[in-house]
């Protein structure tokens, strides 16, 4: 048996645009909000949390509909169609409100630490700004959460189970390219420039909409959900008696046990990688005293680099334990992370977070098919939704938490983001059940007639 690698890549450019568009959100909108209207850290990290409360509900009720989902293009594509083309249009207009609220600073130095004060200020005077730009990215959210799940449940639809692995590795480089793309083209813009902290987005974002526009047009010219999946269940073989649950069956305890152990660190390993990705635009300025595009890129560049190499070392060792592996070197890198400062050579830094990209890779392409791996027939819309709940979870706390800790001390950043994986580690080890069989064992025992 062997991955369809050219019809994963189309399928993965589903997830190719979504994650262009998280790594804007998470880069540059922290940075909207502390310098351009003033916000402290703990409130900045509460109002992008906030927007992540809808995706809590909505991610596994999108996931479901899609299952039960019957239409001429599929079960997932209708909702990646219109999720993608009112996301486009939505980020672009979020543009002109922050170009808005840029109108009210003429002659701010964003080097100068009292620009803050007078940002909070003129939001004070003028706070339907802020309340229409926090509408749009509620409003952005809910139509990223009508596609996020669907995109990332068609991959196991197309795929046969023990190639799922493979076939993720391949999705997450596609994310990771697009994450590349991005930071890229912050390089090219100045985004990550202490003083371009109060330039205009309107450019920048119109290019990043017109690329996920662009994505989405590539992915409905080579994909073909229905003929694919149809494909993909008839040359899957017929599973042995108990191994297939139909949907909406009932997991047993041992199963059900393990999948809140998967989702709890799944939350935990989110927590720490969250709070160090989307603060460390802020803290790269006034930490380091360096752009974040550049170390960005390195990690995300690692981690393509890696994603292929830790799917076919699943298939040696199993998934659990490429996970642990992972969770280790993510652990190592961001407590190491704490040593960082301005006198820091660059290639340190840079090494670390290519540590961290490798042990992100690990994770992501191993964890979310155990989820999806205890699913029933039909049920893999459900639990992506469950999945992406409890990343969601954790992007919805983390941001405030650590807001909290980076308003007293903004070098607690890396030590919050080891700990909190350090949890992932602990839950991680009782994991029972969602692990891969290599095939190899399979097929050997097949041939030696003897049952496994």
């Known amino acids: 048996m062997k991955l369809n690698r050219k019809r994963t890549v189309c399928v993965g450019f589903a997830f190719f645009l979504i994650c262009m568009f998280w790594q804007v959100y998470d880069t540059v909108v922290p940075i909207i909000l502390t310098h351009k209207f003033g916000l402290s850290q703990t409130v900045s990290g509460a109002v992008m949390a906030a927007d992540n409360v809808v995706a809590l509900f909505l991610l596994p009720v999108f996931g479901a509909l899609s299952d039960r989902t019957n239409t001429r293009l599929g079960r997932r594509t209708p909702y990646i169609l219109v999720g993608t083309l009112v996301s486009a249009l939505l980020f672009f207009l979020l543009s002109f409100v922050d170009r808005?609220?840029?109108?009210?600073?003429?002659?701010?130095d964003p080097t100068d630490p009292a620009h803050l004060a007078e940002a909070a200020a003129q939001t004070a005077a003028h706070p339907a700004t802020l309340i229409f730009f926090m509408a749009l990215l509620v409003m952005i959210l809910f139509s990223m959460a009508v596609f996020r799940s669907p995109a990332v449940a068609l991959m196991p639809d197309?795929?046969?189970?023990?190639?799922?692995?493979?076939?993720?590795?391949v999705i997450n480089l596609m994310g990771a390219a697009g994450g590349i793309v991005v930071l890229g083209l912050g390089i090219l813009f100045g985004t990550g420039r202490e003083e371009n902290a109060l330039m205009s987005y309107v450019l920048f974002f119109g290019v990043i909409a017109a690329l996920m526009l662009a994505s989405l047009l590539v992915f409905l010219l080579t994909v073909r959900e229905p003929a694919w999946a149809a494909e993909e269940k008839a040359q899957e073989p017929s599973p042995d008696p108990g191994e297939e649950r139909p949907a909406g069956g009932q997991l047993l305890p041992a199963e059900r046990r393990s999948l809140l152990l998967i989702l709890a660190s799944v939350a935990f390993w989110y927590m720490g990688y969250n709070a160090v990705i989307s603060k460390y635009s802020v803290y790269a300025g006034q930490i380091l005293g360096r752009d974040y595009n550049t170390t960005l890129i390195v990690a995300q560049a690692a981690a393509i680099l890696s994603y292929i190499p830790v799917g076919y070392l699943a298939s040696r060792i199993g998934r659990r334990r490429s996970v642990l592996i992972g969770v280790a070197l993510l652990f190592a890198s961001f407590a190491?992370?704490?040593f960082l400062d301005r006198e820091s050579p660059a290639f340190f830094s840079n090494l670390l977070f290519a540590v961290a990209g490798v042990g992100w890779a690990t994770i992501n392409v191993n964890s979310f098919p155990m989820a999806v791996e205890l699913a029933g027939h039909g049920d893999v819309g459900k639990y992506t939704g469950y999945y992406y709940t409890a990343s969601m979870f954790a992007q919805i706390v983390s941001p405030i938490l650590s807001g909290v800790f980076l308003d007293i001390d903004m070098r607690t950043l890396f030590p919050y983001g080891a700990l909190f994986v350090a949890f992932s580690f602990?839950?991680?080890?009782?994991?029972?059940h969602g692990d891969s069989r290599p095939a190899m064992k399979k097929e050997l025992l097949e041939q030696m007639n003897v049952g496994d």
């Open 100 to 108: 808005l609220q840029l109108s009210y600073l003429a002659g701010a």
């Open 158 to 169: 197309v795929t046969p189970h023990p190639l799922r692995s493979q076939a993720n590795a």
């Open 336 to 338: 190491l992370g704490s």
């Open 426 to 432: 602990l839950t991680m080890l009782f994991v029972r």
